[in-house]
């Protein structure tokens, strides 16, 4: 492209003076670069304006003045912008595509080689964590009197929709075990309610009824805590979020986990270990992604059956026509939900209605089912009742 001509041509500081030959080849030169920069026969009109600082329509337009893609991490970006911006005013706004998600509150945008400035939310508010994921394309305003850029379009929250809490039992409702508030356990990692155990053997988890027109209960975690393991099935892996009401403290896989904090990205198909200690904690939920939907209360049913495929009890009936000492026909008993893995099974006492006594099991259980049989004590019709549990808990 053609530079202009030295300004001493024009304004007679040149030693020599100038000759004709001089003159015209400066006009020339003046006329090329005049061409270069607006005429149709430019070689190079994108230089010839960028020389001058002048924009073109298409630039304009495009806004590839004020848009560049960021490096850096997704915590500490920097935007190389050209021509570079030397100076941040009030209102401008910069675009880019992020280099990486957002895990801080305080991320930082570096813009050409001026400082770098903090990032908050359009109404001036730390960010929340994850409020902008890999290669989001994101808008920053410059605000000056608190020299920070404001986060103009942050990615949109997962609804409830498609967050489903992986905790069960979060109102601590359900407890097939019969277990009584406050009383202390004798092992380890004992369950006491439905899917929640108390980690340390001689501490208990103690229970507050919500309200009298509230289902559920308030749970008070012992100082050595309270936990829920959710099976890898569950686990889709990446970033989880907690959250909870009360003043508990909490761990997810032994890592403390602040109310409304976010985990790091677990590995999919790995349990997870859920854990909440010394305090209240109601209204628990866990759940894939960077933002809390809130409390969603499932019904209690859906609830039970969820807590039932780890645990479950029930009572067979046996029926049949007796002879002395033969086992009558097995009875075939089918579980109410499908089971985590094939339980272990424990058997209550036997209850012989008429003519029968305690038999055996056929050798056979299941995830769905298991078979059982009595033994006929006189001839004649015989019945018979058995309490049983199914435990698959992890």
Not at 166 to 173: G, H, P
Not at 245 to 263: D, F, L, M, R, S
Request: glycine share 10%; aromatic share 8%.
């Amino acid at each position: 492209m053609a530079l202009l001509p030295d300004r001493n041509i024009f304004d007679g500081s040149r030693p020599a003076k100038p000759t004709t030959a001089d003159m015209k080849s400066t006009w020339g030169t003046l006329r090329d670069f005049i061409a270069a920069f607006l005429g149709t026969d430019s070689d190079n009109k994108e230089a010839a304006r960028t020389l001058m600082g002048v924009s073109s329509t298409v630039d304009v337009q495009t806004g590839k003045m004020l848009f560049a893609p960021a490096a850096g991490t997704g915590d500490a970006m920097t935007v190389a912008l050209v021509p570079p911006v030397v100076t941040l005013v009030d209102g401008m706004v910069i675009h880019t595509r992020t280099s990486g998600q957002s895990t801080s509150i305080t991320p930082t945008l570096k813009v050409n080689g001026l400082p770098a400035v903090t990032i908050c939310g359009a109404n001036g508010a730390a960010l929340p964590v994850g409020a902008y994921p890999d290669k989001w394309p994101a808008s920053f305003r410059y605000r000056a009197s608190t020299d920070k850029f404001e986060l103009l379009n942050p990615a949109p929250k997962e609804t409830a929709q498609y967050a489903e809490n992986l905790l069960i039992n979060t109102l601590f409702a359900i407890n097939q075990d019969s277990y009584t508030s406050g009383t202390a356990t004798g092992t380890a990692l004992q369950y006491v309610i439905d899917q929640w155990r108390v980690d340390t053997s001689g501490q208990a988890l103690t229970l507050e009824a919500l309200g009298s027109s509230a289902y559920g209960y308030i749970a008070t975690a012992p100082a050595g805590g309270i936990s829920q393991p959710i099976p890898g099935y569950k686990n889709a892996g990446g970033v989880h979020t907690l959250n909870w009401e009360g003043t508990a403290t909490a761990t997810v896989n032994g890592t403390a986990i602040a109310k409304g904090g976010q985990t790091a990205s677990l590995t999919a198909g790995a349990n997870v270990i859920v854990k909440f200690i010394g305090g209240t904690v109601s209204r628990p939920r866990f759940v894939r992604g960077l933002a809390d939907p809130g409390f969603i209360q499932r019904d209690p049913d859906i609830e039970l059956a969820l807590c039932q495929v780890f645990y479950e009890k029930g009572l067979a009936y046996y029926e049949g026509y007796a002879t002395p000492s033969v086992p009558l026909g097995a009875q075939n008993t089918r579980f109410r939900v499908l089971k985590y893995t094939v339980p272990t099974m424990t058997f209550g006492t036997f209850n012989s209605i008429q003519n029968a006594t305690a038999g055996g099991s056929r050798a056979y259980t299941s995830k769905s089912e298991f078979v059982r049989y009595c033994v006929g004590t006189t001839a004649g019709a015989a019945t018979a009742t058995e309490p049983w549990t199914a435990n698959s808990r992890i």
